[in-house]
T-cell receptor, first 111, second 115 residues
């Protein structure tokens, strides 16, 4: 069955520290993968996407993600977080017109 | 600056009343999505349309919910009759599918409270 798993419901990091949010997918082929961010009281905004080609993709706000086929993962990273990065992050898979959202990871930033 | 608009932004109604939420997708986009977000269930895809035709509405309770696109500039989500458990934030998103997967642009949401 197709699925997207974000194993961490909450993550807390200190401002300036590095960040990695995990995402694993289950699909028989390579899907289209996205990371979205939702700030409090806002809609979702696309951070980055992977369709094919270079497995390391760059996004907005200094985020990047790496697609690893062998691990069925698409983890999101940022070398140094800012207080404004506190939000909820969703990993999304889309293939053959089937859209599946992960449950989200809420990121908390310590000053 | 093109963006998805949703009306109303907030709606408070009583149980049993009809609720209609509207969405104006970004001009030129051919795909529209409806989502519901609650604390308990998180983000759920209710339905989505491509070129005004429903592609997937399996996430939508059929007995009380209906989604339509009267024209390319308007998508509606109706609940009749509404129930307290329908209280949630409803998001609309639009995208442009050109043989590749959709990047979705989200509206600000309609916060619905059913008393």
């Amino acid at each position: 069955a197709q699925s997207v798993t974000q194993p961490d419901i909450h993550i807390t990091v200190s401002e300036g520290a590095s960040l990695e949010l995990r995402c694993n997918y289950s699909y028989g082929a390579t899907p289209y993968l996205f990371w979205y961010v939702q700030s409090p009281g806002q809609g979702l905004q696309l951070l980055l996407k992977y369709f094919s080609g270079d497995t390391l993709v760059q996004g907005i706000k200094g985020f990047e993600a790496e697609f690893k086929r062998s691990q069925s993962s698409f983890n999101l990273r940022k070398p140094s977080v800012h207080w404004s990065d506190a939000a909820e992050y969703f990993c999304v898979m889309n293939r053959d017109d089937k859209i599946i959202f992960g449950k989200g990871t809420r990121l908390h930033i310590l000053p | 600056d093109a963006r998805v608009t949703q009306t109303p932004r907030h709606k408070v109604t009583e149980m049993g009343q009809e609720v209609t939420m509207r969405c104006q997708p970004i001009l030129g986009h051919n795909t529209v999505f409806w989502y519901r977000q609650t604390m308990m269930q998180g983000l759920e895809l209710l339905a989505y349309f491509r070129n005004r035709a429903p592609l997937d509405d399996s996430g939508m309770p059929k007995d009380r919910f209906s989604a339509e696109m009267p024209d390319a500039t308007l998508a509606t989500l109706k609940i009749q009759p509404s129930e307290p458990r329908d209280s949630a934030v409803y998001f609309c998103a639009s995208g442009l599918a050109q043989g590749r997967s959709d990047e979705q642009f989200f509206g600000p949401g309609t916060r619905l409270t059913v008393l």
